[in-house]
């Protein structure tokens, strides 16, 4: 028999099937690649309740394309019976939620491969699905996750820490749950048993911390936050201002620091005991650290964006022009790699957003289908795993799932 819920064969993870239960950003995030990338990847939300993110106005029509949507309390009875069913054929399960919430309830590791031996299970929390009674239970959100790995207190202004937005934390973790959910998928084709996965927010963000933290761990001293948005540690580095914007730029190679210092007529500082010949980067500990900072501010001051990024490019200095928003969807770079693309929303809308990334030579990826409706697919999921109309009725009726109606 034909099934009902069709996915169309493209991209490099054509034919794998994800499962995922997860609301909000970080987990769903990671779903979103392995749909974006062709997998048949179906989103379970509460039959009680519609994912929270449904309630922002555009950002659920970019985080949930490419989904089949499935209604369904998985800790009934019922409920628990038929996602077992859906994960018998599954790839990969994908949860996120407060640590071992699903084992909690009953959904283990072990009841999961006992119907499927390899399934490989990615488990998203704040803190990890253990530790201490004091943290693993907790929720966390970007801030959280960033406040407590010490990433937070790194970034912002040397007067106030700041967190990163929009969400890096969320964003970050689900980079982490994709990658490891794709180096357990290649174990799993190996060796025919599957794999649990346990990522904690806050380890990711230790991790994205780690490159100025490793000093403090081996020598004791911490590096300040920045300064107007300079590199607190390297001169020449960051956010500069010019006359009609903001650029930024990296001076990194022994030329490049000669030749600034040219530039901005202080070559007499270079060829000294402290900053010898061939220099690759200026310290700001450097006696004349703030000598060529006052320099560059006065310079780049008083020129264009334009002519700044130019005379950069002559000396073979990094640099680029802050973009906003505006800027991006102008730019020749976004135009001719199609970084952004549009699609019909289920209510014949035109949806614009940030296109597929990367992009697989090979294997092309697309956007396909636009978000679904909360319980859209709910009944042709459950229909291909064999139940009659009647015992989806007897579902629906009973709230073990929401069957939503077709766009």
Same mark, same amino acid.
């Given at each position: ?120 299970? =990615?488990?998203?929390?704040?803190? =990890? ?115 009609? =914007? ?162």
């Amino acid at each position: 028999m034909t099934k009902k819920v069709q996915t169309p064969k493209f991209g490099p993870l054509a034919g794998m099937k994800v499962v995922f239960s997860a609301i909000e950003i970080a987990g769903p995030f990671s779903a979103q690649m392995f749909a974006e990338w062709g997998a048949e990847v179906i989103w379970i939300e509460h039959s009680a309740y519609a994912d929270t993110i449904r309630v922002q106005p555009n950002y659920p029509e970019l985080s949930r394309r490419n989904l089949h949507a499935l209604s369904l309390n998985v800790f009934s009875d019922e409920g628990r019976e038929v996602f077992l069913k859906l994960i018998e054929d599954a790839d990969v399960f994908i949860e996120a939620s407060k640590g071992p919430a699903f084992a909690k309830r009953g959904i283990t590791d072990e009841l999961l491969w006992a119907r499927n031996k390899k399934l490989v299970i =990615g488990h998203l929390s704040g803190f =990890g699905q253990y530790g201490t009674a004091e943290y693993t239970n907790l929720a966390a959100y970007n801030t959280i996750a960033q406040a407590f790995s010490g990433y937070l207190m790194q970034n912002g202004d040397v007067d106030q820490p700041m967190p990163a937005f929009p969400y890096t934390a969320d964003y970050m973790a689900g980079f982490a749950v994709t990658s490891s959910v794709l180096a357990a998928v290649y174990g799993a084709e190996k060796t025919g048993v599957g794999e649990s996965i346990d990522v904690a927010m806050y380890e990711v963000m230790l991790r994205v911390g780690q490159y100025y933290m490793m000093d403090y761990l081996n020598g004791g001293e911490m590096c300040p936050r920045m300064t107007k948005g300079k590199d607190p540690l390297y001169c020449g580095c960051g956010l500069y201002k010019c006359s009609d =914007g903001y650029i930024v730029f990296e001076i990194v190679g022994g030329s490049q620091v000669s030749s600034m210092f040219e530039v901005l007529g202080i070559s007499d500082l270079l060829g000294t005991e402290e900053i010898p010949e061939g220099t690759q980067l200026i310290a700001r500990s450097m006696s004349c650290g703030e000598i060529l900072e006052d320099k560059l501010d006065a310079f780049f001051a008083e020129k264009t964006i334009e002519e700044s990024l130019a005379l950069l490019a002559s000396y073979k200095v990094a640099g680029a022009k802050v973009l906003d928003v505006e800027d991006l969807q102008s730019n020749p770079q976004y135009v001719a790699r199609d970084s952004f693309t549009e699609w019909e929303t289920m209510s014949g809308d035109k949806c614009k957003g940030p296109n597929v990334m990367p992009k697989f030579k090979n294997n092309p990826c697309k956007v396909w289908r636009a978000t679904p409706s909360y319980g859209m697919d709910t009944a042709d999921i459950l229909s291909d795993l064999g139940y009659s109309d009647e015992e989806i009725s007897g579902f629906a009726e009973r709230k073990i799932v929401n069957v939503g109606k077709k766009a």
